[in-house]
């Protein structure tokens, strides 16, 4: 099979060393693939590579601490430490194919372990669907992640399960 391209690209900016933008292909010829996510978070569909594979081909500054996750739409954000997270996966294909949308694509973040890695900024709902924009800074960005169990609730019933499955 051959491998497809997609279009969209997902952004990396801020506190790096030199910006980027990574499709398809780009992102599967990084190191530290994750080939089988299944394999890492049950229930999981689709392969990745890691998001300090990424970071590290843009370099980061000595300032940087935090990641803010932002969907394609603009509507979700999530702001997490990155010492917290530079294990976790960018979903970006399934099988040979870019991540289909019904899936959280074109690309979704992942943080394995989410229950050991809990510190209070870093739950299950940093794991963004539709991805489009890493932001890399030194201190918490924008997030509008639900901030208790009634508005995890109502977040979950308005948008459908969109930006949190």
Known sequence: MANMESTEALRIEGEVQQTGKFDFNDLSTLPH????????IPGRE????????????????????????????????????????????????LDDAPLPEKKGGPFRFFIPNIHECAVGEVDACANVKFLGLVHVSHQPGEDNRPTSKVLHEEHHAKEGHEHLE
């Not at 693939?33 to 890492?40: A, E, M, R, T, Y």
């Open 33 to 40: 693939q994750v080939p089988d996510i299944s394999q890492l």
């Open 46 to 93: 689709g392969g990745g590579v890691r998001l300090h594979a990424i970071l590290e081909k843009l370099g980061l500054t000595p300032t940087a601490t935090y990641l803010t996750l932002k969907s394609t739409d603009g509507k979700f954000s999530a702001s997490v430490p990155l010492a917290a997270v530079r294990d976790a996966i960018v979903a970006y294909r």
